[in-house]
């Protein structure tokens, strides 16, 4: 499939004063968030418990002592912390009057979830999921393409998601980041979401391997309301396993399919192709295309300045973890969940 970048919003125009942003947690997620924020011009604060001094000398950003005194700072406050800690910083932010972008979980639970999306109701803020892979330029396309009836009615969805388990010790402990359903495979339950609606049912299988715990391979299957179905295929392979994404959507009228393996739009040389070769699996190369953090986080800010609605809200966030809690559900008891 020949794809396009989208074309997205222009960035907020210019203010006598700069977007003041707090970034709550500088592990690896916050250094791909950077890029937007520094096209928008932002002012960049940060609080962690770890690794706070490392992130401003590599970013300008000042360091507050707690995260009390980051929200008396900023506008703005960017949650890149640890999965478990993202529910008590959004609610701290959305009490202190402040707008929030928040990595994906919003929660663990989905009713901590729905409760999120109810807070910032309730405060009159606005709270961003950052569903990156919306802003992949080939899931855009196809999203476009859908929209616009290219493949008819969606009948079969294929996605696949391969990489290297994070190296942080947290992400291997399903208690703290879900696994790989909640903090891997909700980006393409996200995407089966958006592109083919509601789902009814959700049957999920995982196999570990024997020799290391930490390798695994998740199948989560849904039913859709429609009818349609989905199959999402999330690999987590040990370090060095090169980060990969597929899908294959079918209808009546026609398929879409995209490999980043072997993506026709791009030819790598041998010096691009030994950058690729030399990641650690953690986050995909974006080199080579309009970057999609950076793009997410210029159409949160066009949002909020009064431009056109994102693509993603609140409750979309609080939905992908409803059905990736039914999946870790299915994987328990074995059975299918209904939603």
Do not use: N
């Not at 008819?152 to 399903?174: C, N």
């Not at 309301?225 to 690999?235: D, N, P, Q, V």
């Amino acid at each position: 499939m020949t794809t396009s970048p989208h074309p997205g919003p222009a960035a907020p125009s210019a203010s006598p004063h700069p977007l003041r942003v707090g970034i709550v947690g500088t592990g690896g997620i916050s250094r791909a968030h950077l890029p937007g924020w520094r096209e928008l011009g932002a002012e960049l604060h940060c609080f962690s418990q770890a690794g706070a001094t490392e992130f401003a000398a590599e970013s300008g950003a000042t360091v507050h002592d707690t995260l009390e005194e980051l929200l008396a700072a900023v506008d703005i406050v960017d949650v890149t912390a640890p999965t478990p800690a993202h529910p008590e910083i959004v609610r701290a932010a959305l009490d202190a009057g402040k707008d929030v972008l928040c990595e994906k979980p919003l929660a663990l639970d989905p009713a901590e979830a729905r409760e999120l999306v109810e807070h910032a109701d309730r405060a009159g803020r606005t709270l961003f999921p950052a569903h990156v892979v919306r802003f992949f330029p080939q899931y855009a396309a196809a999203k476009r393409a859908i929209d616009t009836g290219a493949v008819g009615t969606l009948a079969v969805l294929r996605f696949e998601r391969t990489g290297a388990l994070p190296d942080r010790s947290w992400y291997a402990d399903e208690e703290l980041s879900g696994g790989i359903v909640m903090d891997q495979m909700i980006h393409d339950i996200d995407q089966a979401l958006w592109m083919a609606g509601p789902v009814e049912r959700v049957y999920a299988q995982q196999a570990i391997a024997g020799s290391d715990s930490t390798v695994r391979t998740a199948h989560v299957v849904l039913t859709h309301r429609s009818g349609a179905l989905s199959h999402c295929r999330g690999f987590w392979g040990p370090a060095g396993t090169a980060f990969r994404y597929t899908f294959d959507l079918s209808g009546d009228g026609g398929q879409l399919q995209y490999d980043s393996a072997g993506d026709a739009g791009i030819v790598f040389d041998d010096v691009a192709s030994a950058r690729q070769d030399s990641g650690d699996g953690f986050l995909p190369d974006v080199s080579t295309l309009r970057d999609p953090y950076a793009a997410e986080i210029v159409e949160f800010a066009t949002a909020l300045a009064g431009g056109a609605p994102s693509r993603v809200d609140a409750a979309d966030g609080a939905l992908a973890v409803q059905v990736s809690h039914a999946a870790l559900e299915s994987l328990r008891t074995g059975r299918s969940i209904t939603c």
